[in-house]
């Protein structure tokens, strides 16, 4: 798989990015906010990747940035077609690799609903709970995680890079 740093404006990108807003609604019952856009994403305050499996878009996930040395994780999913295929521990590993190299000391997200597999997946990873923050700090089915970045911590042989 081949990770791009894709805007969210490239038309395989919205495709994609349609995917993930359709699957939230029927998910979760309700419409969530949108997937991407530019205040969010804008570089160098924030990224959004696009991960590639032979040329198809078939996983995505971004981080935007916070004072203090935190970004924030925003939007990670995978395709159904392809989950269980170590996509989405790719894509956090480059997003873990590109919020460090912008300057960022801890990744971190907050979901207002819990998703068990992004959660066992996540704790994999070493993100542990955190105290509650931005817009889902006082909702009791809210969890926030987060890991201190590291050069060591994402230097791994396999992660692909961005390009």
Not at 56 to 62: D, H, K, L
Not at 73 to 85: D, H
Not at 122 to 133: D, L, M, Q
């Amino acid at each position: 798989m081949r990770i791009e740093v894709r805007r969210y404006d490239h038309p395989d990108s919205a495709r994609l990015i349609d995917e993930v807003q359709q699957e939230y609604v029927i998910r979760y019952g309700g419409v969530d906010e949108t997937p991407v856009d530019a205040a969010e994403f804008a570089p160098p305050r924030g990224l959004f990747l696009v991960g590639y499996l032979d040329g198809t878009p078939v996983a995505t996930g971004g981080w935007r940035g916070h004072d203090g040395g935190d970004a924030e994780m925003k939007r990670m999913y995978v395709t159904p077609a392809v989950r269980g295929r170590g996509l989405a521990r790719a894509v956090l590993a480059e997003l873990e690799r590109t919020a460090y190299a912008a300057g960022h000391r801890r990744l971190i997200l907050e979901t207002g609903l819990r998703q068990p597999e992004a959660i066992a997946l996540y704790e994999s990873a070493g993100y542990t709970p955190v105290t509650p923050f931005g817009h889902y700090a006082d909702a009791t089915e809210a969890y926030h995680l987060g890991k201190p970045l590291t050069r060591e911590e994402i230097t791994c042989p396999s992660t692909p890079s961005a390009t």
